[in-house]
T-cell receptor
């Protein structure tokens, strides 16, 4: 089983739609959680951290369920510019604070 | 503010040739540094990380090596490239300690022919 699992997609949605991505992680000792965005042929960029209480940044909402080892990202009113691959990332303390990446979920927002 | 640089941006090398990719970070001291590889259509694989000058931890056995000759410089090398070394190489940094996440450089796209 992969340490971080995501549906690869692609998710093809019309502009203005709401779309949700899910991610599960296998290591119950995981400490921190993030969503990164990666555009085609570019480096991953931090989109948002994920906190236990859930957090929102504009049109983006992230939630964490530690009991189910599950992370989600909700994008409301999607824009063409949201088209990208979204990477779920978990980290553990110690040992250089390594990140473990999911393989990503591809989103395509269409007119 | 902190910035991270990588060069070259793209590289085409023949099989069996050596490799040296460089990464430097500005605006911070004693960062943790990381090298990742992303093969076409695949996820990021951590290759090496360093928590200080001269300290390197290797994550997977491979044809590559890393060095950290200065606090904010991280180098990825190979003596003889293989076809399977092709990929997108990304350097990342983070502040030592705390719960900060990692920030990536622009990457080097390597094609071994």
């Amino acid at each position: 089983r992969k340490e971080v699992e995501q549906d690869p997609g692609p998710f093809n949605v019309p502009e203005g739609a709401t779309v949700a991505f899910n991610c599960t992680y296998s290591n119950s000792a995981s400490q921190s959680f993030f969503w990164y965005r990666q555009d085609c042929r570019k480096e991953p960029k931090l989109l948002m951290s994920v906190y236990s209480s859930g957090n929102e940044d504009g049109r983006f909402t992230a939630q964490l369920n530690r009991a189910s080892q599950y992370i989600s990202l909700l994008i409301r009113d999607s824009k063409l510019s949201d088209s990208a691959t979204y990477l779920c990332v978990v980290t553990h303390t110690g040992g250089g604070n390594k990140l473990t990446f999911g393989t990503g979920t591809q989103l395509k927002v269409e007119l | 503010s902190q910035t991270i640089h990588q060069w070259p941006a793209t590289l085409v090398q023949p099989v069996g040739s050596p490799l040296s990719l460089e990464c430097t970070v500005e605006g911070t001291s004693n960062p943790n540094l990381y090298w990742y590889r992303q093969a076409a259509g695949r996820g990021l694989q951590l290759l090496f990380y360093s928590v200080g000058i001269g300290q390197i931890s290797s994550e997977v056995p491979q044809n590559l090596s890393a060095s950290r000759p200065q606090d904010r410089q991280f180098i990825l090398s190979s003596k003889k490239l293989l076809l399977s070394d092709s990929g997108f190489y990304l350097c990342a940094w983070r502040l030592a300690g705390g719960r900060e996440t990692q920030y990536f450089g622009p990457g080097t796209r390597l094609l071994v022919l």
